[in-house]
């Protein structure tokens, strides 16, 4: 197809999205996107289910997540939706055969919905389904059955870092003037791993600093109780942007040994500001670090814990910054984006 010069394209995000906090990383990459898309002189708008969809009204229609909050999307191509964009949100290590099996349930039980068979609906009715890595594609072509010729990988992004003073963390949370260690994230959530990285960095006396939005669930007070048995963690709640900017600015390594990431967008907020990265190695972050992190098995505590000392003791060469300022800034994101709508036949 050939891509107009001022490309039209509309965002669908779930509803529920609303009261998911502030950090919700799906949300985060839409918004991103967006933007980096706008400043390339496009028109972006996102929709929602209070503003009726004027027919014909724009060029690319992409939906994010996918499953039961998209359900039945791709049915509705006769709203003249244009170019139809599926970005799904797959953060599951289960083998690709347990994939086929629940897919083909799906598709061959009356009125039994499995979330993979809704994938693969969605996927297949799309013109064009975006991919955060290679992991991502790989359980879309072979644990669903998507044609890969219909699949692009577009990675995610970072912007260029605010400046963060270091000092205004260490004065008002007491942190030690020589660095941290640092994780951001859900640590309610199981997926983040919070419990398992208070285990292997606790006995080690390293500083640590935990920070983000935590619903009250079960493993958050695990957690909780974790922490107040080693001093040297220090817990804290969701941070004002320049307070985060701060606690990026004086970390030293960022920890994120998650059960699985898309991505890991927080590990590259902490990448540009000049932390070593330690990451878990299951879903899509060896697309984005390379062999510039360590990557570790989040089920492996003394593992954890040797791949944190190793980063701690590592000189910083700078290497990993250079690399996601050049390769990873949400303006490459959307200039990918757009190449990928212009590689659809379909005319925009």
């Known amino acids: ?37 706008r400043r390339l002189g496009h028109d972006v708008r996102t929709l929602d289910p209070w503003t009726p969809y004027q027919r014909g009204s724009l060029d690319v229609v992409q939906f994010f997540l996918g499953g039961g909050a998209n359900h039945g999307i791709e049915l509705m191509r006769s709203a003249g939706l244009g170019t139809l964009v599926f970005a799904p949100i797959i953060d599951s290590n289960e083998p690709n055969s347990r994939y086929r099996w629940a897919a083909r349930l799906g598709s061959v039980v009356p009125k039994v919905f499995t979330v993979p068979s809704i994938f693969r609906s969605q996927a297949t009715g799309s013109d064009l389904v975006i991919c955060r890595s290679r992991h991502e594609e790989r359980r879309l072509v072979e644990g669903l059955g998507v044609p890969k010729e219909r699949i692009r990988i577009v990675l995610n992004g970072v912007d260029p870092p605010a400046p963060g003073d270091p000092g205004e963390a260490i004065r008002l949370h007491r942190l030690p003037p020589e660095g941290w260690l640092l994780h951001v994230g859900k640590y309610g959530d199981p997926r983040k791993n919070a419990l398992g990285l208070i285990e292997a960095v606790g006995p080690t006396g390293l500083p640590l600093v935990i920070a983000g939005n935590a619903e009250e669930t079960p493993y958050k007070a695990r957690v909780i109780e974790a922490a107040r048995r080693h001093p040297n963690v220090t817990l804290l709640g969701v941070q004002p942007p320049e307070l985060l900017q701060a606690l990026y600015a004086g970390c030293r390594v960022f920890c994120l040994p998650s059960v699985h990431e898309g991505t890991g967008l927080v590990a590259l907020e902490a990448a540009v500001h000049g932390a070593a990265v330690v990451i878990t190695r299951h879903g899509g972050p060896p697309d984005y670090f390379g062999d510039l992190a360590e990557y570790v098995d989040p089920d492996d505590v003394a593992g954890i814990r040797q791949a944190i000392l190793r980063s701690w003791e590592r000189p910083r060469d700078g290497k990993l910054r250079a690399h996601v300022l050049e390769n990873l ?20």
């Open 1 to 37: 197809m050939v891509r107009s010069p001022r490309v039209r394209i509309g965002f669908i995000l779930p509803a529920n999205y609303c009261v998911s906090g502030p950090g919700n990383g799906v949300r985060v990459q839409a918004l991103c996107q967006a933007a980096a898309l």
């Open 329 to 348: 800034t949400w303006d490459r994101s959307a200039s990918a984006l757009l190449d990928a709508y212009a590689s659809v036949r379909r005319a925009v």
